[in-house]
């Protein structure tokens, strides 16, 4: 157990829709990453957050949004979903303001767009 | 930004044997070099790093080498054992600040028995 926790573990909906997906870091981590991960595409970075605040942004669609609560989760929102949306979403965190240390993931959330 | 590849996206060796998995990134300034290995169904899970002031790091039966000039690094896992067998990534921390870690896009190593 990484301490990370990602709800929900399985969603599954149409196309045009739009869901959240959460993450709470372990405990005493500041900064929180996501990641989505399709077949053949690896891990693809999505957005950082250190502390409530937007520290580094990938190739995230603009269909996609992200925040960092004071209480420091994290939600990710999806909208408009396409079918090229479904992928297994990661929620990483860390302690160290950059990425220069152990990334703790959790299990994922798998998003399947009918 | 960073582009970080990696070669081979798959890798049969047989138990016992040697398996290396080699990267190249892109950004001269990339600092922290980490591997993580995702089995089946599971999160990935870091299993080795390097820092850029360091050439060469080693734990048990995996080592990472990295050469700075050449901007490419290697993951050597000796002595394969069948629990080896998993997807292995590289990865590489770069961006201001070195907020972003880009990873490859994985091997996937299977140790045969």
């Known amino acids: 157990d990484s301490g990370v926790t990602q709800t929900p573990k399985h969603l599954i909906t149409a196309t045009g829709q739009r869901v959240t997906l959460r993450c709470s870091p372990r405990?005493?981590?500041?900064?929180v990453y996501w990641y989505q991960q399709s077949l053949d595409q690896g891990l693809q970075f999505l957005i950082q957050y250190y502390n409530g605040e937007e520290r580094a942004k990938g190739n995230i669609l603009e269909r996609f949004s992200a925040q960092q609560f004071p209480d420091l989760h994290s939600e990710l929102n999806l909208s408009s979903l396409e079918l090229g949306d479904s992928a297994l979403y990661f929620c990483?965190?860390?302690?160290?303001?950059?990425?220069?240390?152990?990334?703790?993931f959790g299990e994922g959330s798998r998003l399947t767009v009918l | 930004g960073e582009n970080v590849e990696q070669h081979p996206s798959t890798l049969s060796v047989q138990e016992g044997d040697s398996a290396v998995i080699k990267c190249t990134y892109s950004d001269s300034a990339s600092n922290y070099f980490p591997w993580y290995k995702q089995e089946l169904g599971k999160r990935p899970q870091l299993i080795i790093d390097?820092?850029?002031?360091?050439g060469e790091k080693k734990d048990q039966r995996i080592a990472v080498t990295l050469n700075k000039t050449a901007k490419h690094f290697s993951l050597h896992i000796t002595e394969t054992q069948p629990e080896d067998s998993a997807v292995y990534f590289c990865?590489?921390?770069?961006?201001?600040?070195?907020?972003?870690?880009?990873f490859g896009k994985g091997t996937k190593l299977s140790v045969i028995p």
């Open positions: 990483a965190s860390s302690v160290n303001q950059g990425a220069t240390g152990e990334l703790f």
């Open positions: 990865a590489a921390s770069s961006g201001a600040g070195s907020y972003q870690l880009t």
């Open positions: 405990s005493g981590d500041l900064s």
């Open positions: 390097i820092r850029s002031n360091v």
